[in-house]
């Protein structure tokens, strides 16, 4: 398996520089030459099937030029120790599909493991430790942290905006300690990004460390969320009607993996392409044109985003074909009030307790099904609704459940090193670990 650069799919790469170099140097992205189909057998005997033993046969399809199969066993066995549930609202008809029951809560757990397991399998051949940056604005930094964390052969310093992650989102990157560092800068999540990005073009930091990102355009994070979307299906009862997935989106990598099931082989109706009012593709969509906007800050802030990285990779999937692309994606985006009566609406009804970023996808595949009928709608659940207090507990008027792993995090010690919003300071902090 090869991988090309949108910009020049002339020019292909093994897995292994994909992997550790996360973009392409022409400022593309990296996408597989070829998809792998699924043997009919896989689909025929899915139903029942758990998400490791999903994951193992598609990462063999995959990887299987790379790894053994006793290495995929184990690649998978420890990136998801956790399962990926459906929850039944309506029997048939209306579900939830929880992707939040990893470490960090989140479903970027998923794609962040995967990777974490894979650069240390590569890692044992090098003489060097990998050294991984990441900026984070919050959800990303607390997978990538604890996705790494303890991986043999890896350091990780991870950037963070001071004052503008949630608490228990802070204390998901401070306190783990061991080989992760956190950085706590007197500044944006963009003067992060930008630290990082010079990082990458120093010489000195270069010859000093073999330095990687775990950035969330990194191809295989994608990968792997393709895996919960046939554990979705594995779950239904046999004879349910086609399925539309609707998928809460941002940067829209979480949809792209979707679709990218949907071209190995995986059956589906449509997918729902659910936004809060950073629209453009919901917008996209409706008129053919696409018109990046400066992000709104919104609710469901791990969706503003106004200019999705992986859109472009959207339109590859589709082969630039605009009229295939609007008929199996279906764009629905909501306001804030629209989200806030959703979350009391779920809880009235079904009695779901969801995050503002999982109504918004549940917003829209109940839109999506006035529309189309004879369906089986399932929405990704992508974050557990207590990550976001405050807010989440003053919606409901009440404290809501916090699972017991984000819970104790609120006694730990916070070590971070406060540094300004200086590429020279926090080089100087890089190369004092050296
Ligand atoms: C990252 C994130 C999203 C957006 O996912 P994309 O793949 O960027 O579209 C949605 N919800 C939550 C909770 C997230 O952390």
Redo the contacts with the bound molecule.
Sequence with gaps: MKFYSTNSPNRLVSPQEALFHSLPADGGLYMPESIPALPASFLNSLSGRSLPEIASVLTSLWLGDELSSSEVDTLVSRAFPFDTPLVELEAGRLYALELFHGPSL???DVGARFMAGLMSHYADRFSREVHILVATS???GGAVAMGFHNVPGVRVSILYPKGRVSLLQEKQLTTLGGNVQAYEVDGSFDDCQAMVKRAFLDAELSQTFSLSSAN?INIFRLIPQSFYYFRALAQLDKGHAPVAFS?????????SAGVLAWRMGMPVQAFVASTNLNKVVPDYLQSGSYAPITSLATL?N??D?GN?S?FVRLKHLFHDDFKALSELVKGYYFTDDQTVSEMTSLHDHYNYIA?P?TAVGLLGLQSYQQNYVDNCGIALV??HPA?FNPAVDTIFGHAIDVPERLAVLSARQKHAVAIPASFEDFKEALLQVA
């Design positions: 989140a479903f970027k919050g959800d990303t969330s998928v809460p989106s941002g940067n829209f990598g979480n949809l469901s791990a969706m985003v999705p992986n995050c970023h992508t974050a990550k």
